[in-house]
Protein backbone atom coordinates (compact mmCIF):
# COMPACT_ATOMS: atom_id res chain seq x y z
CA UNK A 1 0.00 0.00 0.00
CA UNK A 2 1.31 3.57 -1.50
CA UNK A 3 0.67 6.75 -1.92
CA UNK A 4 0.44 7.89 -5.56
CA UNK A 5 0.22 11.11 -7.39
CA UNK A 6 -0.02 12.74 -11.09
CA UNK A 7 0.10 15.79 -13.54
CA UNK A 8 -1.21 15.56 -16.77
CA UNK A 9 -0.80 18.48 -18.63
CA UNK A 10 -3.53 17.16 -21.24
CA UNK A 11 -4.43 20.69 -23.16
CA UNK A 12 -1.52 22.73 -25.33
CA UNK A 13 -2.87 25.53 -23.07
CA UNK A 14 -1.47 24.28 -19.99
CA UNK A 15 1.84 25.29 -18.86
CA UNK A 16 4.41 22.43 -18.33
CA UNK A 17 4.29 20.26 -15.08
CA UNK A 18 6.50 22.23 -12.47
CA UNK A 19 8.53 19.48 -10.51
CA UNK A 20 8.00 20.99 -7.53
CA UNK A 21 4.41 20.29 -7.57
CA UNK A 22 3.89 17.24 -7.54
CA UNK A 23 6.79 16.05 -5.36
CA UNK A 24 4.83 18.70 -2.40
CA UNK A 25 2.15 15.97 -3.27
CA UNK A 26 3.98 13.53 -2.94
CA UNK A 27 5.88 14.54 0.60
CA UNK A 28 2.33 15.27 1.77
CA UNK A 29 1.51 11.59 1.88
CA UNK A 30 5.12 10.46 3.38
CA UNK A 31 3.09 8.40 6.05
CA UNK A 32 1.55 6.21 3.17
CA UNK A 33 4.98 5.24 2.12
CA UNK A 34 7.71 5.45 4.41
CA UNK A 35 9.76 3.08 2.53
CA UNK A 36 11.05 4.89 -0.44
CA UNK A 37 10.14 7.53 -3.02
CA UNK A 38 10.10 7.76 -6.74
CA UNK A 39 9.22 10.39 -9.67
CA UNK A 40 9.27 10.22 -13.13
CA UNK A 41 8.92 13.63 -15.40
CA UNK A 42 7.97 13.28 -19.19
CA UNK A 43 10.77 14.49 -21.27
CA UNK A 44 8.19 17.13 -22.27
CA UNK A 45 7.39 18.08 -19.42
CA UNK A 46 3.68 17.23 -19.87
CA UNK A 47 3.33 14.36 -17.71
CA UNK A 48 4.27 13.32 -14.48
CA UNK A 49 4.42 10.41 -11.86
CA UNK A 50 5.28 10.48 -8.41
CA UNK A 51 5.16 7.49 -5.63
CA UNK A 52 5.55 7.00 -2.19
CA UNK A 53 6.06 3.58 -1.29
CA UNK A 54 5.63 0.97 1.46
CA UNK A 55 6.95 -2.55 0.59
CA UNK A 56 4.84 -5.50 1.33
CA UNK A 57 5.54 -7.52 -1.86
CA UNK A 58 8.98 -7.56 -3.90
CA UNK A 59 11.08 -5.64 -1.57
CA UNK A 60 13.90 -4.98 -3.84
CA UNK A 61 14.53 -2.30 -6.02
CA UNK A 62 12.74 -3.82 -8.35
CA UNK A 63 9.22 -2.87 -6.95
CA UNK A 64 10.25 0.56 -7.29
CA UNK A 65 7.37 2.83 -8.65
CA UNK A 66 6.96 4.95 -10.85
CA UNK A 67 7.65 1.52 -13.02
CA UNK A 68 8.07 1.20 -16.36
CA UNK A 69 8.78 -1.48 -19.16
CA UNK A 70 11.45 -2.13 -20.68
CA UNK A 71 11.23 0.13 -23.65
CA UNK A 72 9.51 3.08 -21.52
CA UNK A 73 6.86 2.65 -23.51
CA UNK A 74 4.17 2.14 -19.98
CA UNK A 75 4.51 3.81 -16.83
CA UNK A 76 2.07 3.11 -13.49
CA UNK A 77 2.29 3.85 -10.11
CA UNK A 78 0.29 1.54 -8.00
CA UNK A 79 -1.55 1.76 -4.72
CA UNK A 80 -2.96 -1.35 -3.31
CA UNK A 81 -2.07 -5.12 -3.60
CA UNK A 82 -3.15 -7.53 -6.46
CA UNK A 83 -3.84 -10.71 -4.92
CA UNK A 84 -4.33 -12.82 -7.87
CA UNK A 85 -1.05 -11.99 -9.80
CA UNK A 86 0.55 -15.02 -9.54
CA UNK A 87 -2.17 -16.61 -11.56
CA UNK A 88 -1.59 -13.42 -13.76
CA UNK A 89 2.11 -13.61 -14.30
CA UNK A 90 2.22 -17.04 -15.10
CA UNK A 91 -0.25 -16.27 -18.15
CA UNK A 92 1.17 -13.59 -19.01
CA UNK A 93 4.20 -15.51 -19.17
CA UNK A 94 2.95 -17.70 -21.16
CA UNK A 95 1.58 -15.44 -23.79
CA UNK A 96 5.65 -14.09 -23.67
CA UNK A 97 5.59 -11.49 -21.29
CA UNK A 98 8.50 -11.36 -19.82
CA UNK A 99 9.03 -9.84 -16.27
CA UNK A 100 11.80 -7.98 -14.43
CA UNK A 101 10.75 -7.59 -11.04
CA UNK A 102 8.66 -10.65 -8.65
CA UNK A 103 6.18 -7.41 -7.75
CA UNK A 104 2.39 -7.30 -7.97
CA UNK A 105 2.93 -3.70 -10.00
CA UNK A 106 4.65 -5.16 -13.23
CA UNK A 107 1.58 -7.51 -13.68
CA UNK A 108 -0.58 -4.23 -14.22
CA UNK A 109 1.85 -2.79 -16.72
CA UNK A 110 1.92 -6.32 -18.87
CA UNK A 111 -1.65 -7.23 -18.19
CA UNK A 112 -2.39 -3.36 -19.93
CA UNK A 113 -0.19 -4.01 -23.10
CA UNK A 114 -2.27 -7.72 -23.34
CA UNK A 115 -5.56 -6.36 -22.78
CA UNK A 116 -5.78 -2.55 -22.92
CA UNK A 117 -8.52 -1.22 -20.75
CA UNK A 118 -10.10 -4.71 -20.20
CA UNK A 119 -7.12 -5.46 -17.97
CA UNK A 120 -9.16 -3.59 -14.98
CA UNK A 121 -11.85 -7.23 -15.49
CA UNK A 122 -8.84 -9.59 -14.52
CA UNK A 123 -7.95 -7.88 -11.27
CA UNK A 124 -8.97 -9.27 -8.14
CA UNK A 125 -7.24 -7.29 -5.32
CA UNK A 126 -7.63 -3.67 -3.73
CA UNK A 127 -6.39 -0.94 -5.55
CA UNK A 128 -6.18 2.81 -7.26
CA UNK A 129 -3.54 3.14 -9.86
CA UNK A 130 -2.11 5.41 -12.89
CA UNK A 131 -1.30 4.14 -15.86
CA UNK A 132 0.77 6.63 -18.76
CA UNK A 133 0.74 5.08 -22.34
CA UNK A 134 3.33 7.01 -24.43
CA UNK A 135 2.50 5.80 -27.58
CA UNK A 136 -0.83 7.19 -27.43
CA UNK A 137 -0.47 10.03 -25.03
CA UNK A 138 -2.71 8.97 -22.80
CA UNK A 139 -3.29 8.57 -19.04
CA UNK A 140 -5.79 5.57 -17.05
CA UNK A 141 -7.07 6.04 -13.81
CA UNK A 142 -8.80 3.01 -12.17
CA UNK A 143 -10.21 2.23 -8.95
CA UNK A 144 -10.99 -0.98 -7.38
CA UNK A 145 -14.74 -2.12 -7.85
CA UNK A 146 -15.82 -1.67 -3.80
CA UNK A 147 -13.71 1.34 -3.85
CA UNK A 148 -11.01 0.17 -0.72
CA UNK A 149 -8.44 1.94 -2.31
CA UNK A 150 -9.05 6.12 -2.52
CA UNK A 151 -8.31 7.83 -5.46
CA UNK A 152 -8.89 11.95 -5.81
CA UNK A 153 -8.44 14.02 -9.20
CA UNK A 154 -8.86 17.69 -9.97
CA UNK A 155 -9.28 18.94 -13.62
CA UNK A 156 -9.14 22.46 -14.69
CA UNK A 157 -10.08 21.82 -17.94
CA UNK A 158 -6.34 22.08 -19.36
CA UNK A 159 -4.29 20.06 -16.31
CA UNK A 160 -5.56 16.61 -14.75
CA UNK A 161 -4.04 16.22 -10.83
CA UNK A 162 -4.24 12.94 -8.86
CA UNK A 163 -3.30 12.35 -5.73
CA UNK A 164 -4.29 9.19 -3.05
CA UNK A 165 -5.16 11.95 -0.58
CA UNK A 166 -7.52 15.39 -0.59
CA UNK A 167 -5.06 16.98 1.72
CA UNK A 168 -2.13 16.21 -0.85
CA UNK A 169 -3.58 17.22 -3.60
CA UNK A 170 -4.31 20.51 -1.65
CA UNK A 171 -0.38 21.02 -0.75
CA UNK A 172 0.17 20.75 -4.72
CA UNK A 173 -1.57 24.06 -5.53
CA UNK A 174 -3.49 25.02 -8.42
CA UNK A 175 -6.66 23.38 -6.95
CA UNK A 176 -10.15 25.30 -6.87
CA UNK A 177 -10.34 25.25 -3.30
CA UNK A 178 -13.99 26.94 -2.66
CA UNK A 179 -16.64 24.74 -0.85
CA UNK A 180 -18.40 22.01 -2.62
CA UNK A 181 -21.90 22.42 -0.98
CA UNK A 182 -22.68 18.33 -1.08
CA UNK A 183 -19.54 17.74 0.25
CA UNK A 184 -20.25 19.81 3.37
CA UNK A 185 -23.80 18.89 3.87
CA UNK A 186 -23.10 15.47 3.10
CA UNK A 187 -20.85 15.51 6.07
CA UNK A 188 -23.61 16.18 8.78
CA UNK A 189 -25.94 14.07 6.81
CA UNK A 190 -24.00 11.02 6.97
CA UNK A 191 -21.07 11.33 8.93
CA UNK A 192 -18.69 10.85 6.04
CA UNK A 193 -18.25 12.35 2.53
CA UNK A 194 -20.44 10.57 0.57
CA UNK A 195 -18.91 10.39 -3.45
CA UNK A 196 -18.08 11.21 -5.40
CA UNK A 197 -17.90 15.09 -3.35
CA UNK A 198 -15.13 16.38 -1.18
CA UNK A 199 -15.48 19.24 1.02
CA UNK A 200 -13.94 21.32 -2.09
CA UNK A 201 -15.06 22.54 -5.85
CA UNK A 202 -11.89 21.27 -7.58
CA UNK A 203 -11.93 17.88 -6.16
CA UNK A 204 -13.89 14.86 -7.05
CA UNK A 205 -13.33 10.95 -6.25
CA UNK A 206 -12.50 8.70 -8.67
CA UNK A 207 -15.48 6.05 -7.95
CA UNK A 208 -15.18 2.87 -7.23
CA UNK A 209 -15.38 0.17 -10.26
CA UNK A 210 -14.47 3.33 -12.58
CA UNK A 211 -11.62 4.00 -14.97
CA UNK A 212 -10.84 7.54 -16.24
CA UNK A 213 -9.03 7.77 -19.50
CA UNK A 214 -7.60 10.87 -20.77
CA UNK A 215 -5.77 11.88 -23.93
CA UNK A 216 -3.35 14.66 -24.77
CA UNK A 217 -6.05 17.67 -26.12
CA UNK A 218 -8.80 15.50 -25.31
CA UNK A 219 -11.64 15.44 -22.90
CA UNK A 220 -11.90 13.06 -19.37
CA UNK A 221 -14.07 10.10 -20.09
CA UNK A 222 -15.50 7.78 -17.30
CA UNK A 223 -16.84 4.51 -17.76
CA UNK A 224 -17.78 1.70 -14.98
CA UNK A 225 -16.34 -1.38 -15.51
CA UNK A 226 -18.03 -2.99 -12.52
CA UNK A 227 -21.08 -2.35 -10.21
CA UNK A 228 -21.58 -4.06 -6.89
CA UNK A 229 -25.74 -3.28 -7.43
CA UNK A 230 -25.56 -5.41 -10.82
CA UNK A 231 -23.20 -8.03 -9.23
CA UNK A 232 -26.12 -8.46 -6.80
CA UNK A 233 -28.74 -8.12 -9.46
CA UNK A 234 -26.87 -11.05 -10.99
CA UNK A 235 -26.48 -13.31 -7.90
CA UNK A 236 -30.04 -12.56 -6.92
CA UNK A 237 -30.95 -14.08 -10.55
CA UNK A 238 -28.28 -16.62 -10.32
CA UNK A 239 -29.80 -17.72 -6.29
CA UNK A 240 -33.48 -18.01 -8.41
CA UNK A 241 -31.97 -21.00 -10.59
CA UNK A 242 -29.42 -22.41 -7.19
CA UNK A 243 -30.86 -25.66 -5.81
CA UNK A 244 -28.60 -26.45 -2.81
CA UNK A 245 -28.94 -28.30 0.03
CA UNK A 246 -27.76 -26.66 3.43
CA UNK A 247 -24.71 -28.96 3.38
CA UNK A 248 -23.49 -27.25 -0.03
CA UNK A 249 -24.55 -23.70 1.09
CA UNK A 250 -22.20 -24.29 4.17
CA UNK A 251 -19.08 -26.14 2.02
CA UNK A 252 -19.62 -23.55 -0.36
CA UNK A 253 -19.07 -20.63 1.97
CA UNK A 254 -16.45 -21.83 3.36
CA UNK A 255 -14.43 -22.50 0.41
CA UNK A 256 -15.04 -19.09 -0.26
CA UNK A 257 -14.34 -17.79 2.92
CA UNK A 258 -11.16 -19.80 3.04
CA UNK A 259 -9.81 -18.56 -0.89
CA UNK A 260 -10.66 -15.23 0.27
CA UNK A 261 -8.47 -15.42 3.45
CA UNK A 262 -5.41 -17.19 1.31
CA UNK A 263 -5.40 -15.15 -0.98
CA UNK A 264 -5.27 -12.15 1.63
CA UNK A 265 -2.38 -13.63 3.24
CA UNK A 266 -0.11 -13.19 0.19
CA UNK A 267 3.12 -11.11 1.40
CA UNK A 268 6.78 -10.82 1.87
CA UNK A 269 5.94 -9.73 4.93
CA UNK A 270 4.36 -11.06 8.23
CA UNK A 271 0.70 -10.18 8.00
CA UNK A 272 -1.14 -9.70 11.59
CA UNK A 273 -5.18 -9.90 12.04
CA UNK A 274 -6.83 -7.37 14.06
CA UNK A 275 -9.10 -9.36 16.58
CA UNK A 276 -12.21 -8.76 18.71
CA UNK A 277 -14.58 -10.94 19.72
CA UNK A 278 -17.25 -10.45 17.14
CA UNK A 279 -17.94 -13.04 14.83
CA UNK A 280 -16.55 -11.65 11.95
CA UNK A 281 -12.71 -11.28 12.79
CA UNK A 282 -12.87 -14.26 14.98
CA UNK A 283 -13.46 -15.96 11.93
CA UNK A 284 -10.64 -14.06 9.80
CA UNK A 285 -8.43 -14.98 12.56
CA UNK A 286 -9.40 -18.60 12.79
CA UNK A 287 -8.79 -19.06 8.83
CA UNK A 288 -5.68 -17.13 8.45
CA UNK A 289 -4.16 -19.36 12.02
CA UNK A 290 -5.51 -21.97 9.92
CA UNK A 291 -3.57 -20.87 6.40
CA UNK A 292 -0.87 -19.21 7.19
CA UNK A 293 0.39 -20.28 11.06
CA UNK A 294 1.30 -18.42 14.33
CA UNK A 295 -0.08 -14.71 13.29
CA UNK A 296 -0.02 -12.01 15.78
CA UNK A 297 -3.41 -10.53 16.64
CA UNK A 298 -4.08 -7.48 17.91
CA UNK A 299 -6.89 -6.37 20.23
CA UNK A 300 -7.96 -3.02 21.72
CA UNK A 301 -9.16 -2.26 25.40
CA UNK A 302 -10.95 0.49 26.98
CA UNK A 303 -10.74 1.11 30.97
CA UNK A 304 -14.51 2.78 30.22
CA UNK A 305 -15.68 -0.24 29.19
CA UNK A 306 -14.11 -2.95 31.18
CA UNK A 307 -16.22 -5.77 32.30
CA UNK A 308 -18.96 -4.34 30.14
CA UNK A 309 -20.38 -6.44 28.00
CA UNK A 310 -18.45 -4.23 25.26
CA UNK A 311 -15.00 -5.49 26.47
CA UNK A 312 -13.30 -7.12 23.97
CA UNK A 313 -10.52 -8.29 25.08
CA UNK A 314 -11.19 -11.63 27.31
CA UNK A 315 -12.79 -13.36 24.72
CA UNK A 316 -10.67 -12.22 21.78
CA UNK A 317 -7.83 -13.32 23.98
CA UNK A 318 -9.41 -16.98 24.10
CA UNK A 319 -10.07 -16.73 20.83
CA UNK A 320 -6.03 -16.01 20.15
CA UNK A 321 -5.48 -19.04 22.47
CA UNK A 322 -7.74 -21.48 20.41
CA UNK A 323 -6.40 -20.83 16.75
CA UNK A 324 -2.58 -20.35 18.33
CA UNK A 325 -2.20 -16.40 17.47
CA UNK A 326 0.52 -14.39 19.56
CA UNK A 327 -2.08 -12.10 21.22
CA UNK A 328 -1.38 -8.16 21.32
CA UNK A 329 -3.96 -6.38 23.75
CA UNK A 330 -3.62 -2.61 24.07
CA UNK A 331 -5.37 -0.55 26.66
CA UNK A 332 -6.60 2.75 25.17
CA UNK A 333 -7.21 5.50 27.96
CA UNK A 334 -8.97 9.25 28.10
CA UNK A 335 -5.33 10.44 28.13
CA UNK A 336 -3.99 8.28 25.17
CA UNK A 337 -6.80 9.75 23.19
CA UNK A 338 -6.21 13.53 23.78
CA UNK A 339 -2.62 12.90 23.49
CA UNK A 340 -3.52 11.63 19.91
CA UNK A 341 -6.00 13.83 18.86
CA UNK A 342 -3.92 16.13 17.10
CA UNK A 343 -2.12 13.38 14.72
CA UNK A 344 -6.17 11.79 14.32
CA UNK A 345 -7.46 14.81 13.02
CA UNK A 346 -4.47 15.84 10.50
CA UNK A 347 -4.22 11.84 9.41
CA UNK A 348 -8.03 12.08 8.82
CA UNK A 349 -7.76 13.20 5.20
CA UNK A 350 -11.32 13.73 4.72
CA UNK A 351 -14.12 14.40 8.16
CA UNK A 352 -15.59 11.51 9.41
CA UNK A 353 -17.44 10.59 12.46
CA UNK A 354 -15.64 7.14 12.48
CA UNK A 355 -12.26 5.64 12.53
CA UNK A 356 -10.54 6.18 15.91
CA UNK A 357 -11.19 2.90 16.89
CA UNK A 358 -8.95 1.54 13.51
CA UNK A 359 -6.68 4.12 14.22
CA UNK A 360 -5.59 2.75 17.69
CA UNK A 361 -5.57 -0.92 16.58
CA UNK A 362 -3.13 0.33 13.74
CA UNK A 363 -1.02 2.31 15.64
CA UNK A 364 -0.99 -0.89 18.01
CA UNK A 365 -0.14 -3.47 15.81
CA UNK A 366 2.75 -1.15 14.17
CA UNK A 367 4.24 -1.61 17.75
CA UNK A 368 3.92 -4.90 17.31
CA UNK A 369 6.09 -4.85 14.24
CA UNK A 370 3.43 -5.27 11.25
CA UNK A 371 3.43 -3.64 8.27
CA UNK A 372 0.09 -5.46 7.26
CA UNK A 373 -2.96 -6.61 9.38
CA UNK A 374 -5.57 -8.24 8.17
CA UNK A 375 -10.13 -7.14 9.36
CA UNK A 376 -12.86 -8.42 9.50
CA UNK A 377 -14.85 -5.27 8.11
CA UNK A 378 -17.59 -6.33 5.21
CA UNK A 379 -19.00 -9.50 7.33
CA UNK A 380 -22.12 -7.12 8.71
CA UNK A 381 -22.81 -5.93 5.15
CA UNK A 382 -22.35 -9.79 3.00
CA UNK A 383 -23.94 -11.59 5.91
CA UNK A 384 -26.50 -9.64 7.19
CA UNK A 385 -25.06 -8.86 10.55
CA UNK A 386 -26.85 -5.46 10.96
CA UNK A 387 -30.26 -4.67 12.73
CA UNK A 388 -31.15 -2.34 9.53
CA UNK A 389 -31.36 -5.91 7.51
CA UNK A 390 -34.73 -6.59 10.03
CA UNK A 391 -35.27 -2.88 10.63
CA UNK A 392 -35.75 -1.45 7.20
CA UNK A 393 -37.57 -3.74 4.89
CA UNK A 394 -40.49 -3.98 8.56
CA UNK A 395 -40.64 -0.29 8.43
CA UNK A 396 -40.97 0.32 4.85
CA UNK A 397 -43.63 -2.22 4.89
CA UNK A 398 -45.62 -0.82 7.90
CA UNK A 399 -45.23 2.82 5.76
CA UNK A 400 -45.92 1.62 2.18
CA UNK A 401 -48.87 4.03 2.55
CA UNK A 402 -47.12 7.06 3.90
CA UNK A 403 -45.23 7.41 0.78
CA UNK A 404 -48.56 7.36 -1.31
CA UNK A 405 -48.97 10.85 0.93
CA UNK A 406 -46.08 12.77 0.98
CA UNK A 407 -47.79 16.26 1.86
CA UNK A 408 -49.17 14.08 5.23
CA UNK A 409 -45.59 13.22 6.14
CA UNK A 410 -44.00 16.85 6.07
CA UNK A 411 -46.90 18.27 7.65
CA UNK A 412 -46.09 15.51 10.30
CA UNK A 413 -42.57 16.08 10.22
CA UNK A 414 -42.84 19.90 10.81
CA UNK A 415 -45.59 19.70 13.59
CA UNK A 416 -43.71 17.17 15.41
CA UNK A 417 -40.42 18.27 14.55
CA UNK A 418 -39.27 20.61 17.64
CA UNK A 419 -41.14 18.33 20.05
CA UNK A 420 -39.04 14.96 19.53
CA UNK A 421 -35.91 16.75 19.85
CA UNK A 422 -36.33 17.47 23.40
CA UNK A 423 -38.06 14.36 23.83
CA UNK A 424 -36.33 11.55 22.33
CA UNK A 425 -34.32 11.65 18.48
CA UNK A 426 -35.14 14.02 16.15
CA UNK A 427 -35.34 11.28 13.34
CA UNK A 428 -38.99 9.96 14.37
CA UNK A 429 -39.84 13.57 13.65
CA UNK A 430 -39.38 11.97 9.76
CA UNK A 431 -41.13 8.20 10.37
CA UNK A 432 -43.95 9.14 8.14
CA UNK A 433 -42.21 11.25 5.38
CA UNK A 434 -39.15 8.75 4.62
CA UNK A 435 -40.30 5.25 6.47
CA UNK A 436 -42.27 4.11 4.16
CA UNK A 437 -39.38 3.21 1.05
CA UNK A 438 -36.34 1.41 1.84
CA UNK A 439 -34.01 4.86 0.21
CA UNK A 440 -36.14 6.76 3.43
CA UNK A 441 -35.82 4.02 5.57
CA UNK A 442 -31.99 3.87 5.20
CA UNK A 443 -31.83 7.53 5.35
CA UNK A 444 -33.57 7.46 8.55
CA UNK A 445 -31.34 4.43 10.04
CA UNK A 446 -28.07 5.70 9.17
CA UNK A 447 -28.20 9.70 8.65
CA UNK A 448 -26.44 11.78 11.71
CA UNK A 449 -28.62 14.85 10.85
CA UNK A 450 -31.85 14.57 9.14
CA UNK A 451 -32.25 16.72 6.09
CA UNK A 452 -34.40 19.47 7.93
CA UNK A 453 -31.53 19.93 10.57
CA UNK A 454 -29.06 21.07 8.11
CA UNK A 455 -29.68 24.39 8.40
CA UNK A 456 -28.77 24.32 12.06
CA UNK A 457 -25.26 23.23 11.48
CA UNK A 458 -24.37 24.92 8.29
CA UNK A 459 -25.10 28.06 6.18
CA UNK A 460 -28.86 27.79 5.85
CA UNK A 461 -27.91 28.44 1.98
CA UNK A 462 -24.95 25.99 1.48
CA UNK A 463 -27.06 23.42 3.51
CA UNK A 464 -30.02 23.85 0.65
CA UNK A 465 -27.40 23.91 -2.30
CA UNK A 466 -26.10 20.43 -0.91
CA UNK A 467 -29.15 18.86 -0.58
CA UNK A 468 -30.07 19.52 -3.71
CA UNK A 469 -26.87 18.24 -5.17
CA UNK A 470 -26.46 15.40 -2.96
CA UNK A 471 -30.23 13.97 -4.04
CA UNK A 472 -29.72 11.42 -1.76
CA UNK A 473 -33.46 10.34 -1.87
CA UNK A 474 -32.37 9.38 -5.67
CA UNK A 475 -29.50 8.14 -5.23
CA UNK A 476 -30.36 5.89 -3.08
CA UNK A 477 -33.11 4.44 -4.80
CA UNK A 478 -30.71 3.85 -7.53
CA UNK A 479 -29.06 1.90 -5.35
CA UNK A 480 -31.68 -0.68 -4.75
CA UNK A 481 -32.98 -0.58 -8.06
CA UNK A 482 -33.72 -3.80 -9.96
CA UNK A 483 -33.46 -5.96 -6.98
CA UNK A 484 -35.75 -8.09 -5.84
CA UNK A 485 -35.41 -9.21 -1.91
CA UNK A 486 -35.27 -7.10 0.79
CA UNK A 487 -31.82 -8.55 1.97
CA UNK A 488 -30.40 -8.13 -1.04
CA UNK A 489 -31.51 -4.06 -1.24
CA UNK A 490 -30.00 -3.59 2.39
CA UNK A 491 -26.89 -5.40 1.24
CA UNK A 492 -26.75 -3.46 -1.53
CA UNK A 493 -27.34 -0.38 0.46
CA UNK A 494 -25.03 -1.10 3.46
CA UNK A 495 -22.10 -1.65 1.15
CA UNK A 496 -22.54 0.99 -1.09
CA UNK A 497 -23.08 3.66 1.55
CA UNK A 498 -22.44 2.49 5.33
CA UNK A 499 -18.79 0.33 4.11
CA UNK A 500 -17.71 2.28 1.34
CA UNK A 501 -18.11 6.26 2.49
CA UNK A 502 -17.35 5.39 6.15
CA UNK A 503 -15.70 2.14 6.95
CA UNK A 504 -13.08 1.63 3.65
CA UNK A 505 -12.24 5.60 4.10
CA UNK A 506 -11.58 5.11 7.52
CA UNK A 507 -9.46 2.01 7.25
CA UNK A 508 -7.51 3.29 4.89
CA UNK A 509 -6.64 7.12 6.77
CA UNK A 510 -6.08 5.77 10.02
CA UNK A 511 -3.81 2.64 9.19
CA UNK A 512 -1.39 5.23 6.49
CA UNK A 513 -1.63 7.27 9.16
CA UNK A 514 0.61 4.53 10.98
CA UNK A 515 1.91 3.53 7.95
CA UNK A 516 -0.02 0.09 8.12
CA UNK A 517 -1.74 -1.69 5.25
CA UNK A 518 -5.21 -3.03 6.15
CA UNK A 519 -6.61 -5.70 3.99
CA UNK A 520 -10.19 -6.61 4.42
CA UNK A 521 -10.35 -10.05 3.27
CA UNK A 522 -14.20 -10.16 3.82
CA UNK A 523 -14.78 -7.60 0.96
CA UNK A 524 -13.30 -9.58 -2.03
CA UNK A 525 -15.19 -9.48 -5.23
CA UNK A 526 -14.78 -13.31 -6.09
CA UNK A 527 -16.19 -14.16 -2.61
CA UNK A 528 -19.21 -11.44 -3.29
CA UNK A 529 -19.71 -13.92 -6.29
CA UNK A 530 -19.26 -17.35 -4.81
CA UNK A 531 -21.53 -16.16 -1.80
CA UNK A 532 -24.01 -13.58 -3.25
CA UNK A 533 -25.92 -16.45 -5.15
CA UNK A 534 -26.33 -18.46 -1.97
CA UNK A 535 -27.90 -15.24 0.21
CA UNK A 536 -30.79 -15.41 -2.68
CA UNK A 537 -31.81 -18.89 -1.17
CA UNK A 538 -35.07 -19.14 1.24
CA UNK A 539 -32.47 -20.73 3.98
CA UNK A 540 -29.25 -18.11 3.14
CA UNK A 541 -26.19 -18.36 4.98
CA UNK A 542 -25.83 -16.90 7.88
CA UNK A 543 -22.64 -15.50 10.44
CA UNK A 544 -23.44 -17.88 12.79
CA UNK A 545 -22.54 -20.25 9.50
CA UNK A 546 -19.31 -18.21 8.55
CA UNK A 547 -18.17 -18.59 12.06
CA UNK A 548 -18.44 -22.24 11.89
CA UNK A 549 -16.25 -22.76 9.23
CA UNK A 550 -12.68 -23.04 10.25
CA UNK A 551 -11.64 -26.99 10.92
CA UNK A 552 -11.09 -26.31 14.90
CA UNK A 553 -14.35 -25.01 16.32
CA UNK A 554 -15.24 -21.37 17.37
CA UNK A 555 -15.41 -21.55 21.02
CA UNK A 556 -19.45 -21.78 22.11
CA UNK A 557 -19.07 -18.07 24.00
CA UNK A 558 -18.40 -16.53 20.57
CA UNK A 559 -20.77 -18.56 18.45
CA UNK A 560 -23.51 -17.29 21.31
CA UNK A 561 -22.35 -13.73 22.51
CA UNK A 562 -24.61 -11.29 20.91
CA UNK A 563 -23.47 -8.52 18.62
CA UNK A 564 -22.10 -5.38 20.04
CA UNK A 565 -20.21 -3.76 17.58
CA UNK A 566 -16.49 -1.91 18.24
CA UNK A 567 -17.15 0.54 20.95
CA UNK A 568 -15.22 3.47 21.54
CA UNK A 569 -16.58 6.16 24.29
CA UNK A 570 -15.78 9.28 22.62
CA UNK A 571 -18.70 11.33 23.22
CA UNK A 572 -17.74 10.60 26.92
CA UNK A 573 -14.20 11.57 26.79
CA UNK A 574 -14.97 14.91 24.70
CA UNK A 575 -17.24 15.34 28.00
CA UNK A 576 -14.39 15.16 30.33
CA UNK A 577 -12.30 17.50 28.56
CA UNK A 578 -12.27 21.23 29.82
CA UNK A 579 -11.51 22.67 26.18
CA UNK A 580 -13.74 20.45 24.08
CA UNK A 581 -16.83 20.36 26.50
CA UNK A 582 -18.58 22.40 24.33
CA UNK A 583 -18.58 20.15 21.36
CA UNK A 584 -20.31 17.79 24.58
CA UNK A 585 -23.28 19.60 24.66
CA UNK A 586 -24.71 17.54 21.59
CA UNK A 587 -26.48 14.32 21.92
CA UNK A 588 -23.96 11.22 21.10
CA UNK A 589 -21.67 11.99 18.17
CA UNK A 590 -22.80 14.83 17.00
CA UNK A 591 -20.27 17.17 19.49
CA UNK A 592 -17.50 14.58 17.97
CA UNK A 593 -18.86 15.44 14.54
CA UNK A 594 -18.66 19.16 15.18
CA UNK A 595 -15.42 19.32 16.55
CA UNK A 596 -14.00 17.15 13.55
CA UNK A 597 -15.54 19.29 10.90
CA UNK A 598 -14.08 22.74 12.95
CA UNK A 599 -10.95 21.10 12.27
CA UNK A 600 -11.12 20.61 8.80
CA UNK A 601 -12.61 23.74 7.83
CA UNK A 602 -11.63 26.51 10.55
CA UNK A 603 -15.70 26.99 10.37
CA UNK A 604 -17.44 26.34 13.90
Not at 2 to 11: D, K, M, R, W
Not at 118 to 129: D, E, I, P, Q, T
Not at 249 to 258: D, F, G, I, P, Y
Not at 393 to 413: D, E, I, N, T
Request: hydrophobic letters at 40%; proline letters at 6%; aromatic letters at 8%.
Amino acid sequence: MCGIAGIFAYNDSAPPVVPEAILKIREAMRPRGPDGAGLWVAADGRMALAHRRLSIIDLSEAGAQPMATADGSLRVVFNGEIYNYRELRRELEGQGHRFRSSSDTEVLLHLYRQHGQGMVSRLRGMYAFALWDEAGKSCLLARDPFGIKPLYYADDGATLRFASQVKALLAGGGIDAGPEAAGHAGFFLWGCLPEPYTLYRGIRSLEPGAILVLEANGRPKINRFCSITEELRQAEAAGERLHCDTGEVKARLRQALTDSVSHHLIADVPVGVFLSSGLDSSTVTALACQRGGRLNAITLGFQELKGSAADETLLAGQIARRYGARHHCQWITREDFHQDLPRILQGMDQPSLDGVNTYFVAKAAVAAGLKAALSGLGGDELLGGYPSFREIPRLAGALAWAAKFPRLGRAFRIMSAPLMQHLTSPKYAGLLEYGGTYAGAYLLRRSLFMPWELPEVLDPDLAREGWQELQPLVRLEETVRGLKGSYMRVSALEMTWYMRHQLLRDSDWAGMTHSLEIRVPLVDLELLRQVAPLLALKERPSKLDMARTPDQPMPPEVLHRGKTGFSIPVPQWLAEAEDHKEFSRQRGLRGWAQLVYRHHTGVA
